[in-house]
């Protein structure tokens, strides 16, 4: 049965600096791996994929990159600014399966 | 393209009353997963259809069940209503077709449900 972690559960950050925040999962044949983030009340609002294939994503300040044979996924947010303050979520899915979710990592900027 | 709807946004029901809860895919999608959000359990997978049949299913007694229309809408019904079932229910639509492995999943807003 598939798991995943996220660390640390909590991180509070002044704005600029940059940050990394982890993944983990038990069973590493997985397809994909998605990074969310989702802000109080919320919808998720999907930020990065990566397949199996890929070893790393970017968009704009974000970079994920994914390590299957560890089992793991950090995602890189360079330059931190208050409105990146929301909840981080990992999820995974193996083939033809659902995708499992991580426990979410809550992020605070300090303007 | 518009994003995923769901609609109501926010419930409020009684112990023993069932809901009725809707989502509309992004256009084109025709995969549709359910999901339920507690503070204390997470984001825990209720089940997934995909061309109008049920993929995979959570760990999620029969109170809850779901269907999806041919145009790709889906709906979730929650019968007998229980303290726990208050959540955010989110729903997600997705590009998968199933021949391949690709997967990635796109959020609505969610509905908030409380029972009371």
Known sequence: KQEVTQIPAALSVPEGENLVLNCSFTDSAIYNLQWFRQDPGKGLTSLLLIQSSQREQTSGRLNASLDKSSGRSTLYIAASQPGDSATYLCAVNNYGQNFVFGPGTRLSVLP | KAGVTQTPRYLIKTRGQQVTLSCSPIS????????????????????EYFSETQRNKGNFPGRF???????????????????????????????????SSYNEQFFGPGTRLTVL
């Open chain 2, 28 to 47: 084109g999608h025709r995969s549709v997963s359910w999901y339920q959000q507690t503070p204390g359990q997470g984001l825990q997978f209720l089940f």
């Open chain 2, 65 to 99: 069940s779901g269907r999806q229309f041919s145009n790709s809408r889906s709906e979730m019904n929650v019968s007998t209503l229980e303290l726990g079932d208050s959540a955010l229910y989110l729903c997600a639509s997705s590009p998968r077709d199933y021949l």
